[in-house]
């Protein structure tokens, strides 16, 4: 398994912005996609957005679509997540994911139970 790491939580204003990068421990060219998914306190674990490792297409949730991009250096083996026009409902840890075994033929990008590694998470706080 790739081992992941998270960086560039933090808090911020409603309204503001924030960057979160992915770090992985090899190529992750190989990993059909990676994904960003986030879960707050007494919630499911969500997917955020997704990219494909062959082409760079994304994938994104209906709460985020014009307001989060996804975005992969190949060459750095990080993953971005650029966030902007956050809100208090955008509070949550963050979780980077690679290595999916698409178990269905459906839209199993943004499924966490699809994603075989994980990193430690990083903790996003939007306050009113």
């Known amino acids: 398994q790739v081992r992941l790491v998270e960086h560039g939580g933090g808090s911020v204003e409603a309204g503001g912005s924030l960057t979160l990068s992915c770090a992985a421990s090899r190529d992750t060219s190989n990993s059909l996609s990676m994904a960003w998914f986030r879960q707050a306190p007494g919630k499911e674990r969500e997917g955020v957005a997704s990219?494909?490792?062959?082409?760079?297409?994304?994938h994104s949730s209906d709460s985020v679509r014009g307001r989060f991009t996804i975005s992969r250096d190949s060459a750095k083996n990080t993953v971005t997540l650029q966030m902007n026009s956050l809100t208090p409902e955008d509070t949550a840890m963050y979780y980077c994911?690679?290595?999916?075994?698409?178990?269905?033929?459906?839209?199993?990008?943004?499924?966490?139970?699809?994603?075989?590694?994980w990193g430690q998470g990083t903790q996003v706080t939007v306050s009113a």
């Open positions: 994911a690679a290595d999916p075994k698409p178990s269905y033929g459906g839209s199993w990008w943004l499924d966490p139970q699809e994603y075989t590694s």
């Open positions: 990219i494909f490792t062959g082409g760079d297409s994304t």
